[in-house]
């Protein structure tokens, strides 16, 4: 059975994760979700995966237009799994409802806890730290390949009402709070114009103009441009030079180029 993995990172943390599932699970494709909104997927896969982080206590904007548009077959076997620093609130439930517009629904959605990195709630912790999640995310992911391997492994969304009433929310709340918080992003003194900010953007929300990035308005909040600058140069706000940055050590830059630059402008 074909199996295509889609995924969405700014740190690399559910970039990881896309990567050990397709191992684990003997050779899955793995496919950015910037090409698959460029239409560069190929053919539809009969079991398809769904990885990206938690944002606001649902999936990012860039997720709920991809599946909203996504190759979809009769019949696939839709799994998603979801990084997050905390809770995942109503994900799985607003994916499971954008899947059922569609005539499809979520067989089955994970959890894994990763590190915490957002930068205006303090960004991420320091090494030691990181490393002790890292080392339970592990453990996570091998438990989520082998529910895989026993396919059509179902796991059911959460029932609360009330939980995902309020998780949905605080999700729209965050949506609507952060459109346009670009506005706080600035390079400091550091910055020499490499560039690295606007290749790793995965809407291509950032340019260059004098040497300098600039940010355009459309940001999907995934603090790639912060925490992949080599000189540590992007801020957001008065209060991040100090931050630690952090990317997920089974990422490299050249994976997130690779996943940055979509030609997609959100509306």
Request: aromatic share 8%; with cysteine; net charge positive.
């Amino acid at each position: 059975m074909a199996t295509r993995i889609y995924w969405f990172s700014g740190t690399g943390n559910s970039f990881a994760v896309a990567k050990a599932l397709r191992d684990g699970l003997g050779g899955a494709e793995l496919v950015a979700v910037v090409q698959g909104l460029a239409g560069e997927d190929g053919a539809p896969a009969e079991r398809i995966g769904l990885v990206f982080p938690v944002y606001g206590l649902g999936p990012p904007g860039i997720m709920k237009r991809f599946i909203a548009r996504m190759p979809l077959p009769a019949g696939a076997y839709v799994f998603a799994v979801a990084t997050c620093g905390g809770m995942m609130g109503a994900t799985m439930a607003i994916v499971n409802d954008l899947l059922r517009k569609r005539g499809s629904a979520l067989a089955a959605g994970f959890g894994v806890k990763m590190v915490d990195n957002y930068p205006p709630f303090g960004g991420a912790p320091g090494r030691a730290s990181q490393q002790r999640t890292l080392e339970k995310a592990d453990a996570a992911i091998a438990a989520i390949i082998e529910r895989l391997k026993t396919w059509p492994a179902v796991t059911g969304i959460p029932r609360n009402p009330l939980w995902r009433i309020a998780s949905r929310c605080v999700h729209w709340t965050f949506v609507r709070a952060f459109s346009g918080a670009d506005r706080k992003f600035h390079a400091d003194g550091k910055c020499d114009g490499c560039g690295v900010c606007a290749k790793v953007c995965p809407v291509a929300n950032i340019e260059l103009a004098g040497g300098a990035p600039h940010w355009l308005g459309h940001c999907e909040q995934c603090y790639a441009c912060f925490h992949w600058c080599p000189k540590q140069a992007i801020q957001y706000g008065r209060r991040t030079a100090r931050q630690v940055r952090y990317h997920h050590p089974a990422a490299t830059l050249a994976d997130m180029r690779r996943a940055g630059a979509s030609p997609e402008t959100p509306a």
